[in-house]
């Protein structure tokens, strides 16, 4: 016969069993919880690996894109962004799926007055750990899909509503490329001269009226942008007249400058004048001062097995030196010093 006592001594075993279990089936649900979530975070960082290398292959340099807090995502970039134009070298941005590389370095999104790394400087974003972010430009600002740096975007923005203000549309018809897509540019232009019969260094420097070495475009930086057309006729109409006064007027107040100007303003040495492309001093001329102490012509050398990672060779990269890409291309710009930070 049971006692009472013992009854509920029966009692509380049977419910420390039941307690027993529960807390081994919580346990394994826990532990089942947290193996899928490990799961889950290795096979991210699996698939943005992949990704990193896959962007790094084809060139097509958007790892930079959204390390600011990651704004930007896969197919987002369509629908925020300008439309792809079939352009210069394919599209810059969409396509690849990169959301952040690396992470620890990449959290300010612009780095204004920060030091930056020889490949910030040279287009190669994918190697650099400068931390600076690139964000798409609104479809209602430009032409195309294009990234910038997120304060050049802001100040333009100003600058647009400013002058729409006065009657002037700008519109943002090239923002950042990489070393890649300006090699890109480059090399269509070389092989089509070498097919009429110009080459080495008349080549080169019949390109460099207008474009860029890879590695030595300002384009690079996500700071400057060309406004409205590419054509030095366009600016000699009523209407490019119009708008390049007004820009000639008013950009400094915005951070622009006119850094290709007309070689009678201050500068004596390289490209063609651009009254297209203006520059977000308040970065740039950082970047250029950086660009002249950190980039040497050991740089557009032949690679070896130390440093052929940061080596840039392409047609016609062996005439960098002869062209003095460095002090009369890279260096031949104006800078007014009238802009400020808006
Ligand atoms: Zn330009």
Not at 142 to 171: D, H, N
Not at 250 to 259: D, K, L, R, T
């Amino acid at each position: 016969m049971q006692t009472k006592g013992s009854m509920d001594a029966e009692g509380k075993r049977s419910n420390t069993y039941i307690f027993r279990a529960l807390y081994w089936v919580l346990g394994l649900i826990l532990m089942v919880g947290m193996g899928g979530v490990w799961v889950i975070l290795s096979s991210n960082r699996g698939h943005h690996g992949r990704n990193n290398t896959e962007v790094t292959r084809s060139g097509y340099d958007v790892v930079g894109a959204v390390r600011d807090g990651g704004a930007v995502q896969d197919g987002v970039t369509a629908q925020v962004g300008c439309e792809a134009e079939s352009g210069y070298g394919g599209s810059a941005v969409g396509g690849a799926s990169v959301k952040s590389q690396g992470g620890s370095a990449m959290r300010n999104g612009g780095a204004a007055q920060g030091e930056v790394d020889i490949y910030f400087l040279t287009g190669r974003n994918s190697k650099s750990s400068s931390g600076v972010g690139f964000t798409t430009v609104p479809v209602e600002f430009c032409s195309k899909a294009m990234e910038l740096q997120p304060e050049v975007i802001e100040a333009f923005g100003k600058m647009r509503t400013a002058a729409a203000g006065a009657g002037i549309a700008l519109t943002i018809i090239s923002g950042r490329r990489n070393y890649e897509q300006q090699k890109v540019i480059w090399v269509n232009k070389w092989n089509k001269l070498q097919s009429r019969g110009i080459h080495g260094v008349d080549a080169v420097e019949h390109i460099l009226r207008y474009s860029s070495m890879p590695g030595s475009s300002r384009h690079h930086w996500g700071t400057d942008i060309d406004i409205n057309s590419l054509e030095p006729a366009y600016f000699t109409t009523a209407k490019g007249a119009k708008e390049l006064a007004w820009l000639r007027a008013n950009a400094h107040n915005y951070g622009f400058a006119e850094v290709y100007s007309p070689r009678t303003t201050g500068r004596s040495t390289g490209y063609q004048p651009e009254p297209w492309h203006w520059s977000y001093m308040p970065l740039a001329s950082s970047y250029l001062t950086q660009y002249k102490q950190k980039i040497g012509y050991t740089l557009f050398g032949i690679p070896d097995s130390k440093n052929s990672d940061s080596v840039m060779v392409f047609s016609g990269s062996q005439f960098a030196k002869t062209v003095k890409i460095i002090e009369n291309y890279v260096g031949g710009v104006n800078d007014p010093g009238t802009w400020k930070k808006p």
